[in-house]
């Protein structure tokens, strides 16, 4: 197992800033616990005239024993109201679930790339 893990506030300041300054935006949809909440993050994909995708990540163990980004939930085009409904029934199910939105270029990269770069000094540039 890695050693200590941030607070999660502190990790979802982190995660919309390095959006940020890599020419994305963030924001907090939902509010967790600020110690020791689980983080879900939604990249947006931004396909122009008003449409996107989305999709959900979430930090779940690996079987080494570490824990990393994993797609949770896809965007279907044809229902987007569904996509929705998971993120509320999450809420529901999980009352210290952080929901952080993102729109940055590549952003299913940009998310799996922060396995790579979880505790090391130099995260936020």
Known sequence: MSGERLPAALEA????????????????????????????????????????????FERLPKADGTRGWATAKVQDAQNKAEFESYLTRRIAQDRDLWVIELTIADGEQFILNLDG?????????
């Open 117 to 125: 770069t979880e505790n090391k000094p130099g995260l936020m540039g």
């Open 13 to 56: 300041t982190a995660l919309i800033r390095l959006a940020e300054a890599r020419g994305g935006f963030g924001m907090v949809l939902h509010r967790g616990e600020p110690d020791s909440g689980t983080i879900l993050v939604v990249i947006l994909d931004n396909q122009g005239f008003g449409q996107y995708s989305a999709q959900a």
